[in-house]
């Protein structure tokens, strides 16, 4: 059965500082890994990675794949309020099937 | 639309009584997949179309659960004779083509059985 498990569940830093989102994931035919930012109810699209050790970046945010060891990370620097928000990460497998599996998320709340 | 539209947002439904949940997805966009989120779960797949047909209904919990897309546009999930565990809120995304990068999610729909 296919799997994403992220960590931690949930973290409470203070504005300004950096923080790393972990997500690792057993998936048959894996595809490719996104992330996603959930403030209220629909989450946003942060990142795609499909290769292995090409960072994305965007902005403050920034995601890397490691697809010998099976894990992601999503790291944000300078943490501002606005940050605060469930970041979820998905598994895309391969072959005909499309649907993602999630992890539960990671709970960011940024004090300022 | 300029978005992915669902609705109703909010459902609070009668145990046992049937509901649809109806997606408006993002014109153009040929997949359109449907997930639900329970209180502390992270995303569960639930089925996903291509056009009007679906070629993954892998994710649907019962037979309870069924979904149609007609026109290749709008979708609707219907959940039959409705119980407490289907509480959840039920998220319908769109993306260009199968397989193109990061979805569009809708708002979702809370569905609440009491």
């Known amino acids: 059965e296919d799997k994403v498990v992220q960590s931690p569940l949930s973290l409470v830093v203070h504005e300004g500082d950096t923080v790393t989102l972990n997500c690792s994931y057993e998936?048959?035919?894996?595809?490719?890994l996104l992330w996603y930012k959930q403030e209220k109810k629909a989450p946003t699209f942060l990142f795609m990675l499909?290769?292995?050790?090409i960072e994305k970046k965007s902005g403050r945010l920034s995601s890397i794949l490691d697809k010998k060891e099976l894990f992601s990370i999503l790291n944000i620097t300078a943490t501002q309020t606005g940050d605060s928000a469930i970041y979820l990460c998905?598994?895309?497998?391969?072959?005909?099937?499309?649907?993602?599996?999630f992890g539960k998320g990671t709970h960011l709340i940024i004090q300022p | 639309g300029a978005g992915v539209s669902q609705s109703p947002s909010n459902k609070v439904t009668e145990k046992g009584k049937d509901v649809e949940l109806r997606c408006d997805p993002i014109?153009?966009?040929?997949?359109l997949y449907w997930y639900r989120q329970s209180l502390g779960q992270g995303l569960e797949f639930l089925i996903y179309?291509?056009?009007?047909?679906?070629?993954?209904k892998s994710g649907l919990p019962s037979d309870r659960f069924s979904a149609e897309r007609t026109g290749g546009s709008v979708s609707t999930l219907t959940i039959q004779r409705t119980q407490q565990e289907d509480s959840a809120v039920y998220l319908c995304?769109?993306?260009?083509?199968?397989?193109?990068?990061?979805?569009?999610f809708g708002s979702g729909t809370r569905l609440t059985v009491v």
């Open positions: 998905a598994a895309r497998p391969g072959g005909g099937a499309d649907g993602l599996t």
């Open positions: 995304a769109s993306s260009l083509v199968w397989g193109g990068d990061g979805y569009t």
């Open positions: 499909t290769s292995s050790g």
């Open positions: 179309f291509q056009g009007n047909s679906a070629p993954d």
């Open positions: 998936v048959t035919n894996f595809r490719s």
């Open positions: 014109s153009g966009h040929t997949a």
